[in-house]
């Protein structure tokens, strides 16, 4: 069997990392819990959106080629934006359909008007601002900028974001989805960026843990009296014998 030091370092070792290592352990079970017991819709706020959006149909629209006869076109998406029909040529270029008139941002109204043909009836409008940077840790980290973010008077605290460019919806975020994303932090451990599920601190946290719970079973295995029993079992008959 092991020696009595040797045993003893292997619990110390055991037990410190048992210690550093229980609040993370704690952290990935909570969160782990979190995401089997929601449900992803709800957490992306589709029943936030307005389920019954219908598109508007147009007519008397020019042709992107005639309005731009020096362009060479690869890309067009028809868009609507507050009730007016765009052209959004070439992932750079947002064309009025009918004017051919060139946009280079939307305004505070028409984003209010893109919002609120995406968003569910009754919301009240708490504040609208427009963003042109964010930080890593920023709700709207991935979106693309300048947006509108349209903040509604909810005690879920809804917000929506609008591309200035594009004139498209993105995306909404509220407190559970908030939740989500910060328990989604400790999960990946990720506490630059939140999204990197390659990170060194995980690795490392990864390591150690299979570490903590390989020790635990050797430590099982060393003082275990039913493993003592199988490997010396002539001692203990001795040991009766003398008795």
Request: glycine share 6%; proline share 3%; charged share 25%.
């Amino acid at each position: 069997m092991v020696k009595r030091k040797t045993a003893l370092k292997l619990r110390q070792t055991h037990r410190y990392l048992g210690l550093f290592l229980g609040i993370q352990f704690i952290m990935w079970t909570v969160s782990g819990l979190y995401f089997s017991w929601t449900d992803i819709d709800e957490i992306h706020g589709d029943h936030y959106r307005n389920a019954e959006m219908v598109h508007t149909n147009f007519s008397g629209l020019q042709s992107p080629s005639d309005m731009n006869p020096d362009t060479e076109i690869h890309a067009v998406e028809l868009k609507e934006i507050a009730g007016e029909p765009y052209y959004w040529i070439n992932h750079g270029i947002l064309q009025n359909a009918k004017t051919g008139e060139i946009k280079q941002e939307i305004s505070q109204e028409e984003a209010l008007a893109v919002a609120d043909k995406h968003m569910m009836e009754g919301l009240k409008i708490e504040n609208v601002e427009k963003i042109t940077s964010t930080g890593k840790h920023h709700e709207y980290r991935s979106g693309p900028l300048p947006a509108y973010v349209i903040s509604y008077d909810t005690p879920e605290n809804i917000r929506a974001y609008v591309h200035a460019t594009t004139g498209s919806f993105q995306s909404l975020r509220h407190r559970d989805w908030r939740w989500f994303d910060f328990l989604w932090m400790t999960h990946t451990m990720d506490y630059e960026g939140r999204d990197d599920f390659n990170n060194i601190i995980l690795r490392a946290f990864s390591l150690l843990g299979l570490i903590t719970v390989l020790s635990g079973f050797v430590l099982w295995y060393i003082s275990s009296p039913t493993v003592r029993k199988v490997i010396n079992p002539k001692k203990k008959k001795k040991k009766k014998t003398r008795v």
